[in-house]
């Protein structure tokens, strides 16, 4: 079974950083793109970011390149979400999915097959 899970998310400061991570598993890890989404109370979800695997060069949703980064350890199955200089408005429910995919992945999320639970992630003013 296809299985994705997310963890590193918690309680932090305004101004800190946190490492998100998506550890996966049922699949052939390579031959997909990983996508990370949020989605905060009351709020849609909104795209964060991905990466594939033809060159792990992630794309983002602007301007969420400017605090976060993704990369992806393919020898882990995992992939990461730095989170720095973390606001207030950050705090929400971050879900990675994946797609088979190959090239430029997509940002949106009604185009991945499997998602994870999520991690809440909290930023105090």
């Known amino acids: 079974d296809v299985q994705l899970v997310e963890s590193g998310g918690g309680l932090v400061q305004a101004g800190g950083s946190l490492r998100l991570s998506c550890a996966a598993s049922?699949?052939?890890?390579?031959?997909?793109?990983i996508g990370w989404f949020r989605q905060a109370p009351g709020k849609e979800r909104e795209g964060i970011s991905c990466?594939?695997?033809?060159?792990?060069?992630?794309y983002y949703v602007i301007p969420m390149n400017e605090r976060f980064t993704t990369s992806r350890d393919n020898a882990k199955n995992t992939v990461y979400l730095q989170m720095n200089n973390l606001k207030p408005e950050d705090t929400a429910v971050y879900f990675c999915?994946?797609?088979?995919?190959?090239?430029?992945?997509?940002?949106?999320?009604?185009?991945?097959?499997?998602w994870g639970q999520g991690t809440q992630v909290t930023v105090s003013s």
């Open positions: 999915a994946a797609l088979p995919f190959e090239g430029s992945c997509p940002l949106r999320g009604h185009e991945y097959d499997y």
């Open positions: 049922g699949f052939t890890f390579d031959d997909y793109a």
């Open positions: 990466i594939s695997d033809s060159n792990s060069r992630p």
